[in-house]
């Protein structure tokens, strides 16, 4: 199942630094994708510095949790269709202080797998 792991970011260097490393260790089956809520806190230029292997999405501006999440999902998928790239069948959205441990994806993507009425 074709996932991608959204994780929106709003001067979250501190975060960043933190949990990055963790999520990228731990989520080989996912694609990563920072959507970054209009920092000003140079998180997303650290991000590619240090992780040039995970994709971001620079929005303008702070639209809010719910805002910046249908922006990034809208931008991922617009950029999937001109590309004529497959899509993904799963969007996790990740908030940014969160620390995943080995194999926590595999729970989420079984039951979306067992249960097609997710």
């Known amino acids: 199942m074709k996932t991608a792991i959204i994780v929106l970011n709003y ?5 960043m630094q933190e949990f990055m490393g ?4 731990y989520s080989p089956e996912g694609d990563i994708i920072v959507a ?3 920092s000003n806190d140079d998180s997303l230029s650290w991000l590619r510095t240090h992780y040039p292997e995970i994709r971001s ?19 991922i998928q617009s950029q999937i269709h001109l590309q004529n790239g497959e899509p ?4 996790i959205l990740l908030n940014n202080d969160i620390k995943v441990v080995q194999n926590w994806m595999t729970p989420i993507v079984a039951a979306f797998q067992n249960n097609p009425d997710l």
């Open 57 to 75: 999405i620079a929005l303008s501006k702070n639209l809010g949790y719910a805002g910046g999440y249908n922006r990034a999902i809208s931008e």
């Open 36 to 38: 970054d809520n209009g």
């Open 88 to 91: 993904y069948s799963l969007y």
């Open 22 to 25: 963790p999520l990228l260790r």
């Open 11 to 15: 001067n979250g260097l501190a975060l």
